[in-house]
T-cell receptor, first 112, second 117 residues
Framework: SQQGEEDPQALSIQEGENATMNCSYK?????LQWYRQNSGRGLVHLIL?????REKHSGRLRVTLDTSKKSSSLLITASRAADTASYFC????????????FGKGTSLLVTP | EAGVAQSPRYKIIEKRQSVAFWCNPI?????LYWYQQILGQGPKLLIQ????????DSQLPKDRFSAERLKGVDSTLKIQPAKLEDSAVYLC???????????????FGSGTRLTVV
């Protein structure tokens, strides 16, 4: 079952602007991960944040986690056309096998 | 390191035919996953292996889907017979750990795009 829900479903911005995507989930988690998927390709892992962490940075990416609200956000700063892709949050809920549950994704379009 | 290899890249079959997908995970990764991604949706777990044992296959339609991981390395996913609604991208992923042990995310293959006509 899909636990994460990303918001918005689609986002269109210009190069240089910041892009913010949100993710909500339903149950307690061990960690939350964000992935990027370019059209017709596999998913690429971006960042992992554990349930006891509140914020994490990686290059132009900033992820926050609020376990009390069961939500996370992904911020991409100074976006580039190459950031155009779908972005998925995935939760490790610690159920059988610890397999990740993915949301439906946010489609990001960055125009020059 | 080499990535997760999947083949074929594309497959078109008629309904009621059978099809098989192959996956070679990253060397040393004990955990292997098969996900189904229907167009416009996020990936849905079909089956998870730990070495050559099944950990979770609760969402695998066992009347038509089967999967195996011989010797705890390569894996194959089979659909027999295929239905129109099986049209999707089938993604294989592997990881070095699970739960509290995981430090990195999954590594995904490029997937197999299946079209059932």
């Amino acid at each position: 079952s899909q636990q994460g829900e990303e918001d918005p479903q689609a986002l269109s911005i210009q190069e240089g602007e910041n892009a913010t995507m949100n993710c909500s989930y339903k149950t307690s988690i061990n960690n939350l991960q964000w992935y990027r998927q370019n059209s017709g390709r596999g998913l690429v892992h971006l960042i992992l944040i554990r349930s006891n962490e509140r914020e994490k940075h990686s290059g132009r990416l900033r992820v926050t986690l609020d376990t009390s609200k069961k939500s996370s956000s992904l911020l991409i700063t100074a976006s580039r056309a190459a950031d155009t892709a779908s972005y998925f949050c995935a939760t490790d809920a610690g159920n059988s096998g610890y397999a990740l549950n993915f949301g439906k994704g946010t489609s990001l379009l960055v125009t020059p | 390191e080499a990535g997760v290899a999947q083949s074929p890249r594309y497959k078109i079959i008629e309904k009621r035919q059978s099809v098989a997908f192959w996956c070679n995970p990253i060397s040393g990764h004990a955990t292997l996953y098969w996900y189904q991604q229907i167009l416009g949706q996020g990936p849905k777990l079909l089956i998870q292996f730990q070495n050559n044992g099944v950990v979770d296959d609760s969402q695998l339609p066992k009347d038509r889907f089967s999967a195996e991981r011989l010797k705890g390395v390569d894996s194959t996913l089979k659909i027999q017979p295929a239905k129109l609604e099986d049209s999707a991208v089938y993604l294989c992923a592997s990881s070095s750990g699970t739960g509290e042990l995981i430090n990195y995310g999954y590594t995904f293959g490029s997937g197999t795009r299946l079209t059932v006509v």
